[in-house]
């Protein structure tokens, strides 16, 4: 496909009248009318007007991409004209604009346009092509123009992928740009920074968030390796990945018209570190990674996407039974009074989407947005199968290299076929297939082993519950927010869904040690530490009765040997402690801000002061006096 399969000579106009954006927009309108490619123009120009009122799309140096994503779209399309004596567009630069393309695109559809769509915006970057078109005598020359220039095009593209794999060094900037639609200013800003650090020397790679899906993405490496981090965006993107970088965060349209101002802000040092709220900070690691890490990586995408709904939910059903009435009916217990039940349904609902969240997110790790709905799917019929969390991961993996396959097999159909893949070949076959393999291959199996799990766990006598929340403690200490730490975590999210609340009890006591026992040593052994770390106290107990235990990760990358073993032995002392007590939780986060739904609080408050008086002392033993300055 090529952009003059878009743009059609009958919704073309070199020699355009308008006095007013109004106008031009009218105007453009009807030509892409002309092309049959709207059910009701009317409603697609209310699409144009409520782009418009996001950001203007008179992106500056005279031109104009108004575009529109609607479901009165028929078929992708392009419109185009030239205002030789310039509108008045509210362009961002505040010159009129004389060069002008609106862009059709259908609520649902393939990508391959979106790509060609991309590919004008990054060529209507060059000024000599830009005042080719404006100067255009015919609609024919117009077309030729823009022919030619996609050919060269193409072929720069090919020469920067070759160069980009053959890159074996530092980029000394990274960058990220994205827009609300992702059609246009995603691509020119990801040119106009490409250009830009060309002309200056500087390394650089764009990362692209369009409609089609990341293209060029970063790795943690390049991460990393650079120097500074550019986010031109007008909506979300990945940021925990930036975590403690210099980043530049302005809207798309910086990206476009202050591309070297940006870079020199960059290689200033006066961008702000980038400090991250998100507890789970998924690192993307680059393609040579192993398979234990790949796997990993894409569990950990599901699970952070997973924890709101667990968190959000779990406390509401812990607060449902903390206000509700025993008395009433014990077998109702929960929903008994008004206040419990609302409580109860909404944290219910809650947990509801979380198998279907973490399944389907894991898809998506694996196989971008086509395995968004297949994994959701499986992770619904895990849920109502019997399979449960063991179910809902072996679905989510399933379903992402079950849609990789697809895509290869659907690679030899006709291209005639493609705008199809995304909206009916995919989703059909990878549903019918998921569901199959849910019922007759996954369910079957999976729901025994977690049955037998279940049962293993409630048939424990105290001394093997002690024994398991000793280890379960110290995994949380292990590793401090890593791998160890989030396999005990989950492990005691997805027992509380089975009714096992007292092993989410000792979960939350181990992670909530470590900083604890930082925050007693460095108050009660400060010539073990410095003024810097000694000034960290409170933080650290606020930290520890919060249930963060990333807290003591400073502590523990300085000097691991001596920080490790003691909250670990703390951890393992709380955990165990907490099993012994016959403490139980039903809230899978809060620390001691969730004590009232705890039972027996006073044992888990006990536990939890041993623990971290245990980690305090061995800290106090293993760390030697440092020398005063």
Same mark, same amino acid.
């Given at each position: 496909?090529?952009?003059?399969?878009?743009?059609? +000579?009958?919704?073309?106009? $070199?020699?355009?009248?308008?006095?007013?954006?109004?106008?031009?927009?009218?105007?453009?309108?009807?030509?892409?009318?002309?092309?049959?490619?709207?059910?009701?123009?009317?409603?697609?120009?209310?699409?144009?007007?409520?782009?418009?009122?996001?950001?203007?799309?008179?992106?500056?140096?005279?031109?104009?991409?108004?575009?529109?994503?609607?479901?009165?779209?028929?078929?992708?399309?392009?419109?185009?004209?030239?205002?030789?004596?310039?509108?008045?567009?509210?362009?961002?630069?505040?010159?009129?604009?004389?060069?002008?393309?609106?862009?059709?695109?259908?609520?649902?559809?393939?990508?391959?346009?979106?790509?060609?769509?991309?590919?004008?915006?990054?060529?209507?970057?060059?000024?000599?092509?830009?005042?080719?078109?404006?100067?255009?005598?015919?609609?024919?020359?117009?077309?030729?123009?823009?022919?030619?220039?996609?050919?060269?095009?193409?072929?720069?593209?090919?020469?920067?992928?070759?160069?980009?794999?053959?890159?074996? #060094?530092?980029?000394?900037?990274?960058?990220?740009?994205? +827009?609300?639609?992702?059609?246009?200013?995603?691509?020119?800003?990801?040119?106009?920074?490409?250009?830009?650090?060309?002309?200056?020397?500087?390394?650089?790679?764009?990362?692209?968030?369009?409609?089609?899906?990341?293209?060029?993405?970063?790795?943690?490496?390049?991460?990393?390796? +650079?120097?500074?981090?550019?986010?031109?965006?007008?909506?979300?993107?990945?940021?925990?990945?930036?975590? #403690?970088?210099?980043?530049?965060?302005?809207?798309?349209?910086?990206?476009?018209?202050?591309?070297?101002?940006?870079?020199?802000?960059?290689?200033?040092?006066?961008?702000?570190?980038?400090?991250?709220?998100?507890?789970?900070?998924?690192?993307?690691?680059?393609?040579?990674?192993?398979? &234990?890490?790949?796997?990993?990586?894409?569990?950990?995408?599901?699970?952070?996407?997973?924890?709101?709904?667990?968190?959000?939910?779990?406390?509401?059903?812990?607060?449902?039974?903390?206000?509700?009435?025993?008395?009433?009916?014990?077998?109702?217990?929960?929903? %008994?009074?008004?206040?419990?039940?609302?409580?109860?349904?909404?944290?219910?609902?809650?947990?509801?989407?979380?198998?279907?969240?973490?399944?389907?997110?894991?898809?998506?790790?694996?196989?971008?947005?086509?395995?968004?709905?297949?994994?959701?799917?499986?992770?619904?019929?895990?849920?109502?199968?019997?399979?449960?969390?063991?179910?809902?991961?072996?679905?989510?993996?399933?379903?992402?290299?079950?849609?990789?396959?697809?895509?290869?097999?659907?690679?030899?159909?006709?291209?005639?076929?493609?705008?199809?893949?995304?909206?009916?070949?995919?989703?059909?076959?990878?549903?019918?297939?998921?569901?199959?393999?849910?019922?007759?291959?996954?369910?079957?199996?999976?729901?025994?082993? %977690?049955?037998?799990?279940?049962?293993?766990?409630?048939?424990?006598?105290?001394?093997?519950?002690?024994?398991?929340?000793?280890?379960?403690?110290?995994?949380?200490?292990?590793?401090?927010?890593?791998?160890?730490?989030?396999?005990?975590?989950?492990? &005691?999210?997805?027992?509380?869904?089975?009714?096992?609340?007292?092993?989410?009890?000792? $979960?939350?006591?181990?992670?909530?040690?470590?900083?604890?026992?930082?925050?007693?040593?460095?108050?009660?052994?400060?010539?073990?530490?410095?003024?810097?770390?000694?000034?960290?106290?409170?933080?650290?107990?606020?930290?520890?009765?919060?249930?963060?235990?990333?807290?003591?990760?400073?502590?523990?990358?300085?000097?691991?040997?001596?920080?490790?073993?003691? +909250?670990?032995? &703390?951890?393992?002392?709380?955990?165990?402690?907490?099993?012994?007590?016959?403490?139980?939780?039903?809230?899978?986060?809060?620390?001691?801000?969730?004590?009232?739904?705890?039972?027996?609080?006073?044992?888990?408050?006990?536990?939890?002061?041993?623990?971290?008086?245990?980690?305090?002392?061995?800290?106090?033993?293993?760390?030697?006096?440092?020398?005063?300055?």
């Amino acid at each position: 496909m090529k952009i003059t399969d878009l743009l059609k +000579c009958v919704s073309v106009d $070199v020699n355009a009248a308008a006095k007013s954006k109004d106008e031009a927009i009218n105007h453009l309108v009807d030509l892409m009318d002309k092309q049959g490619n709207l059910k009701d123009k009317e409603v697609y120009k209310q699409g144009i007007y409520a782009r418009e009122e996001l950001s203007t799309t008179g992106i500056g140096e005279g031109i104009a991409i108004p575009h529109a994503q609607s479901e009165t779209v028929v078929a992708p399309g392009l419109a185009a004209m030239v205002v030789k004596d310039g509108v008045d567009y509210q362009s961002l630069d505040g010159n009129p604009a004389q060069l002008f393309f609106m862009i059709a695109v259908p609520k649902s559809s393939g990508n391959e346009h979106l790509q060609i769509l991309a590919m004008l915006s990054q060529m209507l970057m060059d000024n000599d092509f830009k005042e080719a078109l404006v100067n255009a005598k015919s609609k024919e020359t117009f077309m030729r123009i823009i022919d030619e220039k996609e050919a060269s095009q193409k072929e720069k593209e090919t020469q920067k992928e070759v160069a980009q794999k053959s890159f074996s #060094g530092s980029y000394q900037i990274v960058a990220v740009t994205a +827009c609300p639609t992702g059609i246009a200013h995603t691509y020119m800003a990801a040119e106009a920074l490409e250009e830009k650090a060309k002309e200056m020397n500087v390394t650089i790679k764009v990362e692209t968030n369009g409609s089609g899906g990341t293209k060029n993405a970063l790795t943690a490496k390049e991460i990393s390796e +650079c120097q500074a981090v550019i986010v031109a965006a007008d909506k979300n993107v990945e940021m925990a990945r930036f975590a #403690g970088k210099p980043v530049i965060q302005v809207k798309v349209a910086d990206g476009i018209n202050k591309a070297t101002d940006l870079i020199k802000q960059a290689l200033s040092d006066d961008a702000p570190i980038y400090q991250s709220d998100n507890t789970v900070n998924l690192k993307i690691e680059d393609s040579n990674e192993g398979v &234990g890490r790949t796997i990993y990586k894409h569990l950990m995408n599901g699970v952070s996407h997973m924890l709101p709904f667990v968190i959000g939910g779990g406390i509401l059903i812990a607060l449902a039974f903390l206000f509700d009435d025993y008395t009433i009916d014990p077998k109702n217990f929960g929903s %008994n009074t008004e206040l419990a039940a609302f409580l109860k349904n909404a944290g219910d609902t809650a947990f509801g989407f979380m198998l279907p969240i973490l399944s389907g997110f894991i898809a998506m790790s694996i196989a971008d947005r086509p395995g968004l709905a297949v994994g959701f799917v499986g992770g619904a019929l895990a849920s109502g199968g019997g399979s449960g969390f063991l179910g809902a991961l072996a679905a989510g993996f399933a379903a992402g290299y079950l849609l990789i396959g697809l895509r290869k097999l659907f690679d030899y159909l006709p291209d005639a076929f493609e705008g199809l893949k995304p909206v009916l070949l995919y989703p059909f076959f990878g549903i019918l297939i998921m569901a199959l393999g849910m019922v007759f291959i996954i369910n079957p199996p999976v729901a025994a082993v %977690n049955n037998g799990i279940t049962n293993i766990l409630n048939s424990m006598g105290g001394s093997s519950k002690v024994l398991l929340g000793l280890v379960l403690g110290g995994m949380m200490a292990a590793d401090m927010g890593g791998p160890i730490n989030k396999a005990a975590y989950v492990f &005691g999210t997805a027992s509380i869904t089975s009714g096992n609340y007292d092993i989410m009890a000792a $979960v939350m006591i181990g992670g909530m040690v470590p900083p604890l026992a930082i925050a007693l040593a460095t108050l009660f052994f400060k010539n073990r530490f410095t003024k810097k770390e000694q000034s960290t106290t409170v933080t650290n107990f606020i930290m520890g009765f919060s249930f963060i235990t990333e807290g003591a990760i400073p502590f523990a990358a300085s000097d691991p040997l001596h920080i490790l073993p003691a +909250c670990i032995a &703390g951890s393992a002392v709380a955990g165990a402690l907490s099993m012994a007590f016959g403490c139980t939780l039903m809230a899978p986060h809060g620390g001691i801000f969730v004590i009232g739904v705890i039972s027996n609080p006073l044992g888990y408050f006990i536990a939890l002061s041993i623990g971290a008086i245990v980690g305090m002392i061995l800290l106090g033993l293993l760390k030697k006096p440092i020398a005063s300055k």
